[in-house]
């Protein structure tokens, strides 16, 4: 089994900063991509930003705002997320594909979710 550990997340005004965090632990092989996604009421679970060998990718409303980086010696990944705006409230959510050892496929994994108000 893999475990996704979140932290951060919480309430703060429009223009605010946070900085999420997500610890993966287990029998990790490889991790071949980590991401953050977020679910906004009455939305669906969309792509944040995601991180890779190959680099990164942001969502257009995150490009300038938000910055991923992952730490793989770690196999930590952070979000920090500045000058954040009302339409960033979302349920926040690490996820990870990785690849256990002893295992001949590679598999998904998620955290519990954070929740990211932002409000005056």
């Known amino acids: 089994q893999v475990q996704l550990v979140e932290s951060g997340g919480g309430l703060v005004q429009p223009g605010g900063s946070l900085r999420l965090s997500c610890v993966a632990s287990?029998?990790?092989?490889?991790?071949?991509?980590m991401g953050w996604y977020r679910q906004a009421p009455g939305k669906q679970r969309e792509l944040v930003a995601s991180s890779s060998g190959g680099g990164t990718n942001y969502a257009d409303s995150a490009k300038g705002r938000f910055t991923i980086s992952r730490d793989s010696a770690k196999n930590t990944m952070y979000l920090q997320m500045n000058s954040l705006k009302p339409e960033d409230t979302a349920v926040y959510y690490c996820?990870?594909?990785?690849?256990?050892?002893?295992?001949?496929?590679?598999?998904?994994?998620w955290g519990q979710g954070t929740q990211v108000t932002v409000s005056s």
């Open positions: 287990g029998s990790i092989f490889r991790i071949n991509v």
């Open positions: 996820g990870a594909n990785v690849r256990s050892w002893g295992d001949q496929y590679d598999r998904n994994y």
